[in-house]
């Protein structure tokens, strides 16, 4: 026998699989409730985008862009995908694919830098990515369908997969599922801020995500941000020697990013550093009051964190993060912040924004670890018929119970009848209805409990009701 190749998902992604899913359906539900009843609608985007659009937003020294994203020419020779004997083999794309490849990124570099130049002439192959996260996207959207001229501001939430080629561990992978929602127009409103914030977090009670916390920040804006930036890069010029080779690194691409070093031995040098609390212009520390003020007229329980500043280039003032238990050390499930310039640096006009990006998967691992995650769903009924003369009655039922909202399985093909209510057991079912010649004869059903057994003749229309009574219980 010849040996196949066994197929497995890609390292870094996995299925979700029944009952699994079912959970995941019930959160992303309740995150549809929970936004919406704050008056947000839902945008769904495209999955991937042109790399400029995230490498301009996110910024080209974030780790996300240099190193994690699934980047490929959108057209061009490198995108060839051959056959080689009768298998499909993209071998081009794959090499590609990586950005941690040096000469990709330089090429990418370039590219971005040529595009920058001139956004009119663009080169023949078009570089397209994965996208990351969402909000850059939302941005584009919003500029791209002149969303500034609708009423009010526009409140925006999505569900989807995310992709960074991250080394995947528990809690982190390379294909993983945000929920986000997002405030763009002309107020920067602690209020919305706020709000946005109890919207969160009246979310993650709602789906029994209780023992967290929130962190919140403010990192200054381009009025105030800069100064600071400067003071802490020279600083940690001062202290260089001591850092670790990714936060030297960090001083001059990006010295916030240093200040989310979990590194033991640099965190008594990150505590004598400088706080942007201290170095706020006036309408920063005023805007930052005011949110503070507000998170308690909504008795909103957070931490001040001065070290939470977000990997991403974009954000400006509010800062925020929600971490969670029983997570180790990838414990944060929410991640946001104010964007103001955002949509301006993508050639869109002057707009204020901000959101938020929950991480799914994390956030049911830390519902399950707490032991609260609900039971769902689950086979209602298992039709147990016998006889062909039998048959006809069973699909009919079967319909008119599904008809009703529940959840019922019909054996397609007749078995015995103890290895047919083993089934049933086996399979969860709570009912078993027994249908068999005499059932037929005298136009009756047999509805047998299977907790405990218990049995009852019912005719049609009483089954219907039984039934439909217990799903509401
Ligand atoms: P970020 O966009 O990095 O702020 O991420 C927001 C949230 O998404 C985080 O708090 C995590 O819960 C989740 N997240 C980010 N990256 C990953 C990943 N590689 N795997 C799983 N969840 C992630």
């Known amino acids: 026998m010849s040996e196949r190749k066994q197929f497995r998902a890609i390292k870094g992604t996995r299925d979700i699989l029944p009952p699994d899913s079912a959970l995941w359906n019930w959160f992303e539900h309740t995150a549809r409730e929970v936004f919406e009843s704050y008056n947000f609608g839902e945008i769904r985007l495209p999955t991937f985008e042109e790399t400029t659009l995230f490498a301009r937003s996110i910024g080209l020294q974030a780790d996300v862009v240099q190193k994690e994203m699934y980047s490929f020419p959108d057209h061009g020779p ?78 925006l939430y999505y569900i989807g997969p995310m992709f960074r080629r991250e080394r995947p561990q528990k809690g982190r992978y390379r294909q993983f599922y945000q929920i986000g929602a997002e405030v763009l127009g002309q107020s920067d409103a602690p209020a919305i801020d706020a709000e946005v914030l109890e919207m969160l977090l009246v979310f993650f009670n709602r789906v029994g995500l209780t023992r967290t916390t929130l962190y919140v920040n403010s990192i200054g804006d381009k009025n105030c941000r800069p100064q600071y930036v400067e003071l802490l890069r020279e600083e940690l010029r001062k202290v260089k020697d001591k850092l670790k080779e990714d936060s030297q690194r960090r001083i001059e691409t990006n010295p916030l990013r240093v200040l989310d070093s979990k590194i033991p031995d640099e965190q008594p040098i990150i505590e004598k550093l400088p706080r942007i609390s201290d170095h706020l212009c006036e309408d920063c520390r005023a805007h930052f009051a ?92 298992y039709i147990a018929w016998m006889g062909q003369a039998s048959y006809p009655t069973a699909v009919n039922i079967a319909r008119k119970l599904r008809a009703a909202g529940l959840s019922v399985e019909l054996p397609p093909e007749e078995m015995k009848f103890k290895k047919s209510l083993g089934l049933a057991d086996k399979l969860g079912a709570r009912y078993a209805l027994i249908i068999g010649e005499d059932e037929v004869a005298s136009r009756t059903f047999t509805l047998k409990r299977l907790a405990d057994g218990d049995q009852k003749k019912l005719a049609e229309g009483e089954l219907l009701e039984y039934l439909e009574s217990e799903r509401r219980r």
């Open 290 to 381: 005011k949110l503070k003020e507000e998170l308690n007229l909504r008795r909103i329980d957070y931490k001040e964190n001065w070290r939470l500043v977000r990997g991403l280039d974009y954000y400006t003032r509010t800062t925020f993060e929600v971490t969670a238990e029983g997570l180790g050390s990838q414990n944060a499930v929410c991640g946001g912040g104010r964007y103001d310039g955002l949509v301006e640096l993508l050639g869109g006009p002057p707009t204020k924004g901000i959101g938020f990006a929950i991480g799914t998967d994390r956030s049911i691992l830390s519902i399950e670890e707490s032991g609260n995650a609900p039971k769902l769903g689950g086979l209602a009924v």
């Open 78 to 155: 490198d995108a060839v995908v051959r056959t080689e004997e009768g298998g499909l083999i993209a071998i081009e794309i794959k090499e590609s694919l990586r950005l941690s490849d040096n000469e990709m990124r330089a090429q990418l570099q370039q590219y971005v830098e040529v595009l920058d130049q001139s956004l009119s002439r663009r080169g023949a192959s078009e570089f397209v990515s994965l996208r990351p996260e969402a909000t850059a996207s939302v941005c584009r959207a919003y500029i791209e369908h002149n969303m500034q001229a609708l009423p009010g501001n526009q409140k």
